[in-house]
């Protein structure tokens, strides 16, 4: 009884979704207030049947309902209750179920604090949040119901994948899921702003904390998968290029774009046209990620099952939704005015530069990724492009980026002095070459990516750090002045600095890390970067629904024991699959680990794969403290101060009807 | 209305019909040209003893399948044991194609897993790997006594997918 409780939770949560879409821009677009007011009822509405929905298929999960067939096939008696937790988005239909839900979540906020703007407004862009609720639960409801039953009930289910059953997969699909769906804000914002066909730079203002949290939690989802493949998949490595991976990192590259693009147009009120246009891309490429993931039309090694029916469905709402809105686009464009005149050393032009490689370079991965469709219908054969096209392509198009980063803070809007900014940057660019050239002497086989990505991680960190001195210099202590930059000043330069560092920990890897396949025997050595792994054999544990072959190393440097380290190998009972679990010893510069192969033969010798990985966690740092910057600049206090005198100007002119003015222009941090 | 800003909306519906082009097509169906054509000539020397070879001519006359594999192949294990009950059933003599492997690794992955095969030819640089198309272990191919290739599968062979993509084929006789 109780699931079919949840689906009919989910066909009362489109019911309200369908009101949310339709009465509130119906209203706003004809100036009925009534209808416009049902935009926050109907979103909390919606909301709460989703909820009800999503928890009552956790209940399903965790009390083992097996009459349940999403559950038979995602969960068994042995599973551990916080994996029965995660499968409920472990699969196809519940994490379809979770991507709908936090989308009610976006929406709720959204409604909640929205409560300084224009009522007109703000029915639009729930309006259009709701249209996207429609969509995604016409999608579970039609071609993907989880609450599907299976009489008579099963007496035991299948398994959750064992790749899926760690703990970072626990919270990485409901972070990047986050992101993905955060950016339906600035979507529905540009959409609403072309609908009332008043596409000015306040729009901007009020969806760029949005912007920049969606950002945040869809930065940190990319590196949580990063990280988990790393440890989990046994490999060591870290980011493949794999077409489910580009799909996540097309809209993060687009929404890089976006956030510097919404700075010029609130700043300056220049780009108003090309911030529309990206912030449909960014959502958009957020949809085309959901299509390729889940339509079977590429291979990969985390696409859902494949079927015909639910990729025609998206497909199908790809165009509704995005055609839409690109031909509104079209229509109304002509209409938006040019912003502020720029000349051609400014910091518009800094961060137009900005957006043309971003943009860029979600365009090179979307070809990348398409490619094997491209090639077969041009009939050039089966053809795909791996990660040296995109190592090559990303690198001829993000050095440009690093190069001139730095010099956007640094650059004044309207104009400046190209000659200024260049002499003041020398002496840093000096640091930068020797912090590069000076590896490559002493290593002797540095490669020349390794060199630029050395110099050009030093160059970002300490342009980054002389910034922070330079806006304080006249305070009475450089470092103690930091409060004087407000927080989305800070928020930015944190994220800068995150580059660097994520640039310095990726090039370390790429052309310092060390792999090596061994055949070891129990009591042998393996030597590599001064660190001696000694394999003292393998020995035989159990777990809650697996067994597992544990090696058992340990590793020494200069005589010292350093760590032990206990890969394993497991079998799952269910499905019988075969697991690697590397094990590591991680470090702020360098990690060891090490994964078990095959036995090879029968006195005890095993095939081992160890790794010595330097400065490898600086790539999740970085991507940390990107996170950390986006979260920081949204926490702004100018949107909160802003929000308080839009209320109060409100509800002075209460009943003329007329938007309330906005506040000053905040000065600029520099 | 420009011109221009219809320009996202075009990219886009282009994009969209690329899109509904791949959608039902199993991407992982890689056709290959060689299907009813000669097998690629080879001559390679046995992983056993290096000293020996064998061409594609010795095996005229038989019709076989050439299994591709390494010792670094994961999936090359899970079709094990299926490749091993294929050739003590006897009725189809399976050669083994060692690919991009290491003579020492591939012999003690044979002696830990088992050999099932009649013969195999060691291919270390993977060059008949290429003449043969071979984009990944494990790879499975049926040729016939006169040297054609009747029929290939990529990936790890099962009974469910020899019964659907070589057992049809096999009822015809042999033509020498």
Request: net charge neutral.
């Amino acid at each position: 009884m109780i699931p079919e409780l949840g689906q009919f939770a989910l066909i009362l949560a489109l019911a309200m979704a369908v009101i949310q879409g339709t009465l509130p821009i119906f209203g706003a677009q004809m100036g009925k207030t009534t209808w416009m007011n049902v935009a926050r009822p109907a979103a909390f509405g919606q909301a709460t049947f989703v909820t009800i929905a999503l928890a009552v298929l956790t209940y399903a999960f965790v009390t083992q309902d097996f009459s349940v067939v999403y559950v038979a096939q995602n969960s068994n008696l042995l599973l551990p209750i916080p994996y029965r937790v995660s499968a409920v988005w472990g699969a196809h239909e519940g994490s379809l179920l979770l991507w709908v839900w936090i989308l009610a979540v976006w929406t709720v906020a959204v409604a909640l604090f929205s409560r300084s703007q224009p009522d007109g407004f703000i029915a639009r862009v729930i309006g259009v949040m709701g249209w996207i609720s429609v969509g995604f639960l016409l999608f579970t409801l039609l071609t993907s119901n989880p609450f599907l039953r299976h009489v008579p009930a099963l007496p035991d289910g299948n398994d959750l994948n064992p790749l899926l059953q760690d703990p970072g997969l626990i919270i990485h699909p409901p972070m990047l899921y986050t992101g993905y769906v955060g950016f339906s804000v600035a979507f529905a914002f540009a959409i609403a702003a072309l609908l009332e066909g008043r596409v000015d730079s306040r729009w901007v203002r009020w969806s760029r904390p949005w912007t920049n949290v969606a950002w945040a939690f869809l930065t940190i989802g990319i590196a949580l998968g990063s990280w988990w493949a790393y440890y989990e998949l046994g490999w060591g490595g870290w980011w493949f290029w794999d077409p489910v991976e580009n799909a996540s990192f097309m809209p993060w590259l687009a929404g890089t774009a976006l956030i510097h693009s919404q700075a010029v147009t609130d700043k300056r009120g220049a780009f108003k046209s090309w911030t529309i246009l990206l912030a449909i891309s960014a959502f958009s490429l957020s949809l085309l990620g959901t299509f390729l993931v889940r339509s079977g039309v590429l291979t990969s090694v985390h696409a859902f099952a494949s079927d015909p029916e639910r990729g025609m469905f998206i497909l199908g709402f790809l165009f509704v939704l995005c055609g839409g809105a690109l031909l509104l686009y079209a229509i109304r464009a002509p209409g938006i005015a040019t912003g502020g005149q720029f000349s051609t050393v400014s910091r518009e032009t800094a961060l137009l530069t900005n957006n043309l490689f971003m943009a860029g370079s979600a365009a090179m991965v979307l070809v990348g990724t398409l490619y094997p469709l491209i090639a077969e219908a041009a009939g050039w054969g089966k053809i795909s492009v791996g990660p040296p096209y995109f190592g090559l392509m990303f690198f001829i198009l993000m050095a440009p980026i690093i190069l001139l980063m730095p010099y956007g803070p640094f650059t004044r809007w309207r104009s400046d002095n190209a000659g200024r900014l260049v002499r003041d940057s020398l002496p840093l660019l000096a640091v930068s070459v020797v912090a590069g050239v000076a590896p490559w002497i002493v290593w002797q086989d540095l490669s020349i990516r390794g060199v630029l990505g050395l110099a050009g991680g030093i160059w970002v960190m300490a342009m980054t750090i002389k910034y922070l001195l330079h806006v304080n210099r006249s305070a009475k202590s450089r470092w103690l002045g930091m409060p004087r930059l407000s927080r989305a000043a800070l928020g930015m330069l944190l994220a800068h600095l995150g580059v660097g560092v994520f640039l310095i920990g990726v090039t370390m890897v790429e052309t310092r890390g060390i792999e090596k396949d061994v055949a070891m025997k129990p009591g042998e050595s393996f030597e590599a970067n001064g660190y001696d792994f000694q394999f003292l054999g393998v020995n035989r544990v159990d777990g809650p629904n697996y067994q597992a072959d544990q090696g058992v190393f340990s590793v020494s440097r200069g005589g010292d024991v350093i760590a032990e380290l206990r890969p394993e190998k497991r079998g799952y009972s269910r499905g019988g699959q075969i697991m690697t679990e590397a094990a590591i010893d991680p470090g702020l510069t360098r990690d060891l680990y090490v994964s078990l192969g095959e036995p090879l033969d029968e006195t005890g010798s095993w095939a081992v794969r160890v790794y010595f990985k330097p400065f490898i966690r600086w790539i999740w740092l970085g991507a940390l403290m990107m996170m950390a910057g986006g979260m920081l600049a949204a926490s702004d206090q100018r949107y909160f101060r802003e929000a308080a005198a839009a209320r109060k100007a409100r509800a002075a002119a209460q009943g003329d009807g007329e938007p309330a003015a906005q506040g000053d222009e905040a000065p600029a941090a520099a | 209305m420009k011109l221009t800003l219809l320009l996202p909306l075009l990219a886009f519906v282009a994009l969209g019909v690329l899109l509904k082009s791949g959608i039902g097509k199993d991407p992982t169906l890689v056709p290959s040209p060689l299907i009813a054509k000669p097998a690629p000539a080879f001559d390679l020397p046995l992983l056993a003893d290096q000293e020996q070879r064998l061409t594609r001519d010795d095996l005229l006359g038989t019709r076989y399948l050439l299994n591709v594999w390494g010792s670094w192949c994961p999936a090359c294990q899970v079709e094990h044991p299926y490749i091993t009950e294929l050739a003590e059933g006897g009725e189809l003599p399976v050669y083994g194609l060692n690919w991009k492997d290491e003579a020492g690794e591939a012999k003690r992955w044979l002696d830990y897993f088992g050999n099932p095969y009649r013969a195999n030819l060691y291919d270390p640089s993977g060059r008949t790997g290429i003449d043969f198309g071979v984009y990944g272990a494990p790879e499975t191919f049926l040729i016939d006594a006169d040297g054609t290739v009747l029929a290939k599968h990529v990936g790890p062979l099962d009974a469910q997918i020899f019964a659907e993509t070589f057992a049809p084929l096999l009822t015809a006789e042999p033509e020498s």
